[in-house]
Nanobody
Framework: QVQLVESGGGLVQAGDSLRLSCAAS????????MAWFRQPPGKERAFVTA????????YYADSVKARFTISRDNAKNTVFLQMNSLKPEDTAVYYC????????????????????WGQGTQVTVTS
């Protein structure tokens, strides 16, 4: 079992930056594909970004490309989401997710691909 705990959310103004953290416990994340999803008020959870277990590949939703960066620190068992140039439409609960990486073929943009989820952290961006 992998337990994930997100932190770093908050209330910011448009144009500001935030860095979210996802701390894992129960198992090392070095063999897990990791991702961030978000769920705006009244909407479904949607893919934001993912990084493969090797760290060799990253994927981003079009809406966050060039503004958000995912990174992983396996030594700290933590995944980060650096969010720059935030917009009001980035307002959402942000969730961290994990799925076993080696010998697994999944579509990392799908919520159904992931076995483990955090409880979420709220990000609110005002105009």
């Amino acid at each position: 079992q992998v337990q994930l705990v997100e932190s770093g959310g908050g209330l910011v103004q448009a144009g500001d930056s935030l860095r979210l953290s996802c701390a894992a416990s129960g198992h090392t994340i070095s063999n897990y594909d990791m991702a961030w999803f978000r769920q705006p008020p009244g909407k479904e959870r949607a893919f934001v970004t993912a990084v493969t277990w090797t760290g060799n590949s990253t994927y981003y939703a079009d809406s966050v490309k060039a503004r958000f960066t995912i990174s992983r620190d396996n030594a700290k068992n933590t995944v980060f989401l650096q969010m720059n140039s935030l917009k009001p439409e980035d307002t959402a609960v942000y969730y961290c997710a994990a799925v076993w990486g080696p010998e697994t073929t999944v579509v990392l943009t799908l919520t159904s691909a992931y076995d483990y989820w955090g409880q979420g952290t709220q990000v609110t961006v005002t105009s």
